[in-house]
């Protein structure tokens, strides 16, 4: 794949294209451009600066690093040195070389990922490059890239600059460093910056380290401290790039490919620069161009033997200079030829003198050279269009209702054939725009005239029913250096490429973190007590795939004052910024979360909870609602995704919750009735004077639950489990022994330091007991523990 | 259960001790057995109250509820019913009585809690359940109720048996105008002698002071009972006394309206709450005097017309088991009719004297009690 001058305005619905945005630059300094477009690049307050500019680095960090399949492991540094700001970003990457550094870190714009249908964090901002530049900007600094790659040796230092004259970059100094890390690449940007978005810049970094499980990530600021280790080993899986889809292209993309293309012909170029688009799927894109490009021509119906035209005699009178016979046969023939057909456009006719002729000349040997034969073929088609009018009553008849006066399809039907018949192009090629336009010529006089009227949806009718009947024209499509230079037709061929039915690109070049590592990465940055992740299949948006992914965590140490805490990621990038303006939140806003079992105060709005919603959307192109790429545009088809994501992880949370609560009740009930209950029984002995009580049996069956006891006679303990609940239950039961009880046939028995310890693992039904007895010699004290039932549901009276 | 059995109401304080005890040995014997502790109540409501054919008065039917401590609140009711048993085992013991609200407010000194009652509703609800559960009337557990009871005027002398010695003493000639005071434990009473013809028992103070005043006691020879709105099981345990012990007809004189109805059909069948004493405390022979809707029609009286609560009512009365009959079905649907209630005292809108004169004779006669 080619590469191409990279574009800003993609997927973000403004349509200006950097080509377009450098265009206009070109005769203003680099500085000025970037003063004027500071807000799209994110750089439009000190406290945001340096959000973008650590997010631009990091991102660029992991990139790197999980391009060469290593494990990331990323030092972030702000440092307050008075004036300025100073940020150090350090990944262990491969490290660059110095012919690497200027393009990597110093053109403005510069990057293969701006255009590649591949999924990938570059997508978010325009480059580190940009930050660069700030910096430079802000506090006249150089940026110091440090850089050690694998091959060994000492590490580089360079210092870099823009020349804002000529957008080019400048290394400065170039000499020999010592750095201890063994590869990797550093950072340094001194700019103007103040740390007022600390909470974004924090929870840029937290979310990062969630959504990167695989990632290692140390911040240090002024403030505060921090570090994330990494919780899994394993590197995201690497994403395929995948060719545009000829849906997701936008005009100024399409130009660049067209230009930098090496097919000749349309098809080529579609063929080999798009996915999803074979040699039949090209033919159909060029002949929507087609249409679109030269136009349809409509085609008539030839006039019958009773009819006053006579193809015969008018090709007869036309030719000159031939033998009659062979006049005579050819005549014939092509009458012959055109009376067989139901219809005919101008091209056919042509084409079937064209054929005629070439027989007759064989049968007869005299040639029919051109001339002749384009005088035979005018006539051929002043034969066949005679009776045009009677074929637009037809036409207009068909294509309006029964209700309509038949004068007023009458009077539109001549009119029209009138427009027809002195049309400049004689051959009746009209796009669809002009044919509309016919009609709604012939319309309004129509109306104006014969006192008729004819609605936009019969006029749109009899449109359609034109362009039904006339076809597409054999022209040859123009090659692609023609469509190249023609920036209208390239518009044309880009609407006939998102008029054609074709196939959804595939899914292998997106890469969602997965459910595991959603989980993964909750569980790492938030103790909760539940966890659940939902990553929805594939889907596609315009020419772009994309899945979406949702976590959720609750209740344990997360905050329970207020909202859910939400957190919104684009490809692994989290978005901290235009909240309110994110499809994402408008998703969670618009569930009604009760029905999950949160709090949702009026059933809609952010659910009021401790708990952390995550949701993340991977795509080839991400749709946002702006340049600065901080909120997800609202798209219908990937808001139901969202929607149906968080409601796949939120029925998982709502099993959990509703288990919870009945655990809680039966908690609360326990506790409440194993209060009153010995209080009741010791009133009890003494009112009726007898022995204290035990409540633990009436207890366990009060509870539904599972009573373990022991019972020891002489050598002989019995370990009785009554299952007092509705439901079969399953569990490990583990007898610890002082002394020794010897083999046992349904019980493993393992000693360990004197102590011996029985295992049995019994099923017992529901309101069944079962009995594990086994024998010790002499005195022994015992112990019991009981694993796999609740702690709720299991009393020990042991 | 007290329902299947005549209640002894002679039953002497250590034998209503026993009862207590024993049923604090059943909950005991729960426990002991592993089982969860439970008292069985019948269900205290007019679809569960069933016609005793033998003894002629409403009883519980065959529906119970448990009290079990298998809830929260179950097991919250059965450590107050432990408290409680306790407490009135005690008092019988040291031979002292108290009232329920004097329970009520007793729970509070006690140490656990969770065994004080939360409103006095709940402390007269489960001296209820034990005097059915423990078969042994409340009378017998020495608990009375707090308001004193009703009065008896008329020509009967009797011999009561105080705490300070008995006294003896004629209903009309010991007694100043608002007549003998009916004790709480009426079977302390002795009857010994009488001069009266029948029994007349009277919702309203003021229509008891007006027949008191007309001398409509002495004139008829009639013992004259205030039953003082819905009366105390003391009030009709001591008439059914009358007509049981003494041969006396009894007949019964409210308001016209749906309430006083009620007032009778307690009298007469036994109320809905204490169905299980229906045999120590109705009088299934009671007649209804007035005021019936047919009265407010015959005689034109003043009247007010029917609040949608008294509609309900009667509406609830036609499905009592109670008022099944053809007298109470044609009343209730005139009355439904008419759409309007009368009280006693609406009679005086014919004079002072009407009632004595006029309207209790002419009612008596035809009811054959003169």
């Known amino acids: 794949m080619t590469s191409f001058q990279s574009q800003l305005g993609e997927g973000g619905g403004s349509g200006a294209t950097a080509e377009e945005l450098a265009e206009g630059q070109r005769s203003i300094s680099i500085a000025e451009f970037f003063e004027k477009n500071k807000q799209m690049l994110g750089f439009d307050s000190d406290a945001k600066a340096l959000v973008t500019a650590v997010k631009e680095a990091v991102d660029n960090a992991l990139d790197a690093t999980e391009e060469a399949s290593i494990l990331p492991d990323v030092y972030v540094e702000i440092e307050d040195r008075g004036d300025y700001y100073r940020l150090v970003v350090e990944d262990n990457g491969p490290g660059i070389t110095r012919e690497q550094v200027p393009k990597v870190f110093g053109k403005l714009l510069y990057g293969s990922r701006f255009h590649v249908r591949e999924q990938n964090r570059g997508q978010q901002g325009i480059g580190i490059s940009a930050a660069v530049l700030y910096a430079q900007l802000t506090s006249g600094k150089p940026a110091k890239v440090t850089s050690k790659t694998e091959t060994g040796g000492d590490a580089r230092y360079f210092e870099l600059t823009i020349d804002t004259d000529t957008n080019e970059p400048e290394i400065d100094v170039d000499e020999s460093a010592s750095w201890e890390r063994p590869h990797g690449t550093r950072i340094e940007l001194e700019m103007e910056a103040n740390m007022r978005a600390r909470r974004q810049l924090h929870d840029y970094i937290q979310y990062t380290a969630v959504v990167n499980p695989h990632a290692r990530i140390e911040f240090h600021e002024p403030a505060d401290s921090f570090k994330f280790e990494r919780a899994t080993d394993e590197l995201p899986p690497e994403t395929e790039e995948i060719r545009p889809h000829p849906h997701g292209v936008e005009l100024g993309t399409l130009l660049k490919m067209l230009d930098a293309t090496d097919s000749y012909s349309i098809s080529g170029f579609l063929q080999g620069e798009f996915t999803r688009v074979g040699a039949k799927t090209a033919e159909g894109v060029c002949d929507s161009f087609r249409d679109r490009h030269f136009g349809r021509e409509v085609a008539w119906r030839p006039p019958e033997a009773h009819e006053e035209a006579d193809p015969e005699a008018a090709v007869r009178e036309a030719v000159a200079n031939k033998s009659s016979e062979a006049t005579a046969a050819f005549a014939a023939a092509v009458a012959e030829a055109v009376a067989a057909e139901e219809r005919l456009a101008h091209s056919e006719v042509v084409a079937v003198v064209d054929s005629t002729a070439a027989d007759v000349a064989e049968e007869f040997d005299e040639t029919f050279g051109e001339t002749v034969r384009e005088k035979a073929a005018a006539a051929a088609w002043s034969a066949v269009t005679d009776e045009r009018a009677a074929d637009c009553y037809e036409l207009v008849d068909g294509a309006t209702t029964t209700r309509k006066d038949d004068a007023a399809v009458e009077g539109l039907a001549t009119r029209l054939a009138e427009t027809f018949g002195s049309q400049d192009d004689g051959r009746n090629r009209v796009t669809r725009e002009e044919l509309r336009a016919f009609v709604d010529r012939a319309a309004d006089a129509a109306e104006e005239y014969d006192d008729a009227t004819f609605g936009d949806t019969a006029r749109e009718n009899v449109t359609d029913a034109f362009w039904e009947r006339a076809r597409t024209v054999p022209d040859e499509v123009p090659s692609v250096s023609a469509v190249a230079d023609d920036r209208d037709a390239a518009a044309r061929l880009l609407e006939a490429m998102r008029a054609t039915d074709i196939l959804s690109p595939p899914t292998g070049c997106l890469a969602p973190i997965s459910e595991e590592l959603v989980e993964a990465g909750l569980r790492k940055e938030y103790d909760a007590d539940f966890y659940a992740a939902a990553t929805r299949d594939a889907e596609v948006h315009g020419g772009d795939p994309f899945v979406v992914e949702a976590g959720i965590a609750y209740g344990g140490d997360i905050d329970d004052d207020g909202d859910v805490e939400l957190l919104r990621f684009a490809n692994r990038v989290p978005l901290v910024y235009q909240r309110g303006a994110c499809a994402t939140v408008d998703v969670v806003k618009e569930i009604n979360w009760r029905n999950y079992g949160l709090d949702q105060p009026g059933g809609t709005g952010i659910p009021n909870d401790p708990a952390v919603l995550l949701i993340h959307v991977a795509s080839t192109n991400v749709p946002f609602t702006s340049e600065s790429k901080d909120a997800v545009a609202n798209i219908p088809e990937i808001e139901s995704e969202i929607e149906l994501a968080l409601r796949e992880a939120a029925r998982e949370l709502k099993s959990y919750l509703n288990k919870r609560r009945s655990l809680e009740k039966r908690r609360r009930k326990q506790n409440v009735i194993a209060d009153i209950l010995p209080e009741m029984a010791e009133k009890l002995a003494e009112v009726t004077g007898r022995e204290p009580l035990d409540v633990d049996d009436s207890l366990a069956r009060i509870m539904n639950n599972v009573l373990v006891e022991r019972t020891v006679d002489g050598s002989t303990v019995e370990l009785s489990v009554h299952n007092y609940d509705d439901t079969g239950v399953s569990g490990e039961i583990t007898e610890i022994v002082t002394a020794d009880p010897g083999d046992h046939e349904e019980a493993t028995v393992v000693e360990m330091d004197g102590e011996w310890f029985l295992k049995w693992a019994p099923e017992v039904a529901a309101g069944e007991t079962a009995t594990l007895r086994y024998e010790v010699d002499g005195d022994a004290e015992f112990d019991v523990s009981v694993e796999g039932i609740e702690a709720e549901r299991l009393t020990i009276d042991a | ?370």
Not at chain 2, 23 to 32: G, H, N, S
Not at chain 2, 57 to 72: E, F, L, M
Not at chain 2, 76 to 92: D, G, M, P, S, V
């Open chain 2, 1 to 370: 259960m007290s329902t299947d059995r005549d209640t002894d109401a002679d039953l002497n304080e250590e034998e209503a001790r026993e009862q207590l005890i024993d049923l604090a040995a059943q909950f005991y014997d729960q426990f002991a057995d592993g089982d969860v502790p439970r008292m069985e109540i019948p269900t205290r409501t007019k679809s569960n109250i069933v016609f005793d054919e033998e003894e002629n008065v409403w009883v519980y039917g065959d529906r119970h509820s448990t009290r079990s401590a298998n809830s929260v609140n179950g097991a919250r009711k059965l450590l107050k019913a432990t408290y409680t048993i306790e407490f009135l085992a005690k008092q019988l013991e040291a031979g002292r009585s108290s009232t329920l609200r004097e329970l009520y407010y007793l729970s509070e000194s006690w140490d656990e809690e969770r065994a004080q009652f939360n409103d006095q509703d709940e402390s007269n609800q489960l001296v209820e359940d034990l005097e059915i559960v423990a078969e042994v009337t409340r009378e017998d557990f020495h608990m009375r109720p707090e308001e004193s009871g009703a009065t008896v005027m008329g020509p009967l002398y009797l011999r009561e048996q105080t705490r300070r010695g008995e006294r003896e003493i004629h209903c009309q000639k010991d007694v100043g105008e608002g007549g003998y005071q009916i004790p709480n434990n009426p079977d302390t009473i002795e009857f010994l002698e009488d001069d009266a013809d029948f029994v007349l028992c009277v919702e309203t103070g003021g229509m008891r002071d007006r027949l008191v005043e007309n001398g409509f006691d002495e004139e008829y020879n009639v013992i004259v009972v205030h039953l003082k709105g819905q009366p105390a099981r003391a009030t009709r345990r001591l008439t059914k006394r009358l007509h049981d012990e003494l041969g006396l007809p009894v007949v019964v004189f409210t308001d016209g309206d749906p309430w006083s109805y009620r007032i009778y059909g307690s009298v007469a069948y036994g109320s809905i709450k204490s169905a299980h004493l229906s045999e120590y405390l109705a009088t299934p022979e009671a007649e209804f005097v007035g005021i019936r809707p047919q009265d407010i029609v015959d005689y034109d009286l003043p009247t007010d017309p029917l609040a949608d609560s008294d509609v309900n009512a009667l509406e609830s009365e036609l499905d009592d088991p109670r008022f099944q009959d053809d007298f109470w079905t044609e009343q209730i649907e005139l009355q439904l009719d008419i759409g309007k209630k009368a009280e006693q005292q609406a009679l005086a809108s014919r004079g002072l004297d009407f009632v004595t004169d006029t309207y209790l004779p002419e009612r008596l006669e035809e009811m054959d009690v003169l």
